[in-house]
């Protein structure tokens, strides 16, 4: 934690104020962890970390929580958290490991592994909500981190635009369900559609609505999840699951790392 004499930030010193402090007592690398998918009951668990430059150089014209900014402009942030940060990572976990080890569990997990893969050591992390234990590093758990932090909303950027593409692709696997719209989250329709369909294998069978539609209500939340779901056949990426699938780092592949059940890892460093 931070030595006396003691720093402090201004509530409108706007968002860098936090790394900036940060950064002046000495911890130059400031990585910001974050996660998007907690509250949809379908769909993979997505966790992201960055780091972004010092100074000007970090600074993103319009970076903000990734709830708060449109589609367009996501997608844009995205790009740019890419191009100009000195590492990032993230982390896919799918649905049936949400169901077999818990949301909770999973959510740390994922940002702790995000944390761990990337190619600049972090000096300190802020993380959104939850602090996250097992890092040889100091740390700090903000509330409505990546409304914040910089490098929180970051993350939250990363960890949002990979989810939302996911879903999108899922939409096609799976049609009927509307993932494309509502990004596995509950509304109207996709309840609607959950009534008349059923579950599929990329809903989260330990949440209760899920459980409800599925027949296995009355089952503990680990052992809802059956062998199969329905007629569905499984995605291509959902082969993976039980490992690990390295993706390329910039344009250098490097070999897959042992992180347990989380899937699909990608980073960049500049």
């Not at 907690?38 to 668990?45: D, K, V």
């Not at 040889?136 to 509330?143: E, H």
């Not at 990546?146 to 999108?168: F, Q, W, Y």
């Not at 027949?215 to 329905?230: A, L, N, Q, V, Y």
């Amino acid at each position: 934690m931070l030595t006396p004499p003691r720093t402090v930030v201004r509530r409108d010193g706007g968002l860098y104020a936090l790394e900036r402090a940060l950064q002046r007592r000495g911890f130059r690398h400031v990585a910001g962890a974050d996660e998007a998918g907690r509250g949809a009951c379908a769909g993979p668990l997505v966790a992201a970390a960055a780091v972004l430059p010092e100074g000007r150089r970090g600074e993103i014209d319009g970076l903000a929580d990734s709830k708060l900014l449109t589609p367009a402009s996501r997608e844009r942030i995205y790009q740019e958290v890419v191009d100009r940060a000195l590492a990032y990572a993230v982390v896919v976990v799918p649905a049936e490991e949400v169901d077999a080890r818990g949301l909770h569990v999973c959510n740390l997990a994922a940002m702790r592994r995000a944390l761990a893969s990337l190619t600049v050591r972090p000096e300190y992390v802020l993380s959104d909500g939850f602090g996250v234990d097992g890092l040889d590093v100091p740390g700090l758990a903000v509330w409505k981190g990546d409304r914040v932090a910089a490098c929180v909303a970051a993350a939250s950027v990363l960890a949002k635009v990979t989810r939302d593409r996911i879903m999108v692709e899922l939409d096609g696997t799976f049609p009927g369900y509307g993932f494309a719209e509502h990004k596995g989250y509950i509304t109207a329709e996709h309840t609607t559609a959950l009534r008349q369909l059923g579950p599929c294998r990329e809903h989260r069978f330990s949440y209760v609505n899920v459980a409800a539609v599925s027949g296995r209500e009355g089952r503990p939340p680990r052992s809802r999840r059956p062998g199969r779901t329905g007629s569905h056949q499984p995605m291509a990426r959902a082969q993976a699951s039980g490992g690990t699938v390295g993706v390329a780092l910039g344009e250098q592949p490097r070999p897959t790392a042992p992180v347990g059940e989380d899937v699909v890892m990608e980073g960049g460093v500049r």
